[in-house]
C-alpha cells in the first residue's frame, strides 16, 4: 500500500469522526474524491444492517464533499462479481464499517474486490476501516466470543489490532493479556479507543487522531499516545 491508511477504533460516518474524515480526503489533493463505502463486515447481519451502514457512509462523505457509492459487497459471491472490479480500482478513498472481523477477512480474501482494493491503495488510494475494517490489516484477528486467533492480512506490522480499546468488558480483559503474552520480540499489538484513529502510511510516522488515545503493546511493556501525538511504524 501506498496510500494512508486509517485505523478507527469506533465511529465510523458519525459527526466524532468528521475532522478524521476531512484529513483523509484532503490529503488526496483532489476537488471531488472519489469514496467508497463497504458495509461487508456486517454482511450476516441481513438488509436493515447493510442498508443503514451504507446509508450512514454515503450522507457522511456527501456532507464532506466528496463523491460517494456504496457497493453491496457482503459475501463471497458479490465479492468476485467483476462489476464492482472498476469502481474499487477508481476509488480514492475505501472504507469498512464495523461488523464481523473474520467473515469480513473470510469474505475479502483472494477476491476479485481485495484485488481491486490493492491496485487502489497502490497508486496512493486511502484505506479506512473502523473496528473489523481496521483488524483485518493485522497478522491475526483475535476472536474475543472464541478466545482464539485466526489468520489476518498482515498489512499493518502488528500482530493484532484492537478496536473500542477503552470499551472492552472486563470479562475479556483476560484474553488481552493473554495476547500480551503471546507476543515476541519485535512484535506489537496496537489498541485503539473509540472515537479515534491511528493514521499513517506503511514504515512511516502514524499519528493518533480524534477524541481518546491509541496503546501500543510490546514484550518489553506498553505505551499510549494521546491525540496529535506521532509514532514511527517499521
Known amino acids: 500500500m501506498n496510500g494512508l491508511i ?5 465511529g465510523e460516518y458519525l459527526p466524532v469522526m468528521e475532522d478524521v474524515d476531512r484529513y483523509l480526503l484532503d490529503s488526496l489533493n483532489v476537488k471531488t474524491p472519489q469514496v467508497v463505502c463497504l458495509p461487508t463486515a456486517a454482511g450476516q447481519e441481513g438488509d436493515e444492517s447493510i442498508n443503514r451502514w451504507s446509508r450512514m457512509g454515503v450522507e457522511h462523505f456527501h456532507k464532506l464533499g466528496a463523491d460517494v ?4 459487497i457482503i459475501n463471497k459471491e458479490t465479492a468476485n462479481d467483476p462489476q464492482h472490479e472498476a469502481v ?11 461488523g464481523n472481523p473474520q467473515y469480513l477477512y473470510d469474505t475479502m480474501q483472494g477476491s ?9 491503495w497502490s497508486r496512493g488510494a486511502v484505506y479506512a476501516g473502523c473496528s473489523a475494517g481496521a483488524m483485518i490489516l493485522a497478522k ?3 476472536s474475543f466470543r472464541l478466545f482464539s486467533t485466526v489468520e489476518g492480512f498482515g498489512v499493518v506490522p502488528a500482530q493484532y489490532i484492537l478496536p473500542h480499546f477503552d470499551a472492552v468488558p472486563v470479562m ?3 484474553l ?13 499489538m496496537i489498541g485503539v479507543d ?3 484513529a491511528f493514521v499513517g502510511t506503511l514504515g512511516s510516522e502514524w499519528k493518533v487522531m480524534g477524541k481518546s488515545k491509541v496503546h501500543v503493546y510490546t514484550r518489553e511493556g506498553n505505551q499510549t499516545y494521546e491525540s496529535g501525538q506521532t509514532l514511527l511504524l517499521d
Not at 6 to 10: D, F, K, P
Not at 69 to 72: N, S, V
Not at 112 to 120: P, T, V, Y
Open 6 to 10: 486509517a485505523l478507527v477504533g469506533s
Open 69 to 72: 457509492t456504496a457497493l453491496r
Open 88 to 98: 474499487l480500482e477508481s476509488a480514492d478513498l475505501i472504507y469498512f464499517s464495523g
Open 112 to 120: 476479485r474486490a481485495w484485488s481491486a482494493l490493492q491496485k487502489a
Open 140 to 142: 491475526q484477528i483475535p
Open 172 to 174: 475479556f480483559k483476560p
Open 176 to 188: 488481552i493479556s493473554a495476547l500480551t503474552g503471546r507476543l515476541k520480540k519485535g512484535e506489537r
Open 194 to 196: 473509540e472515537g479515534t
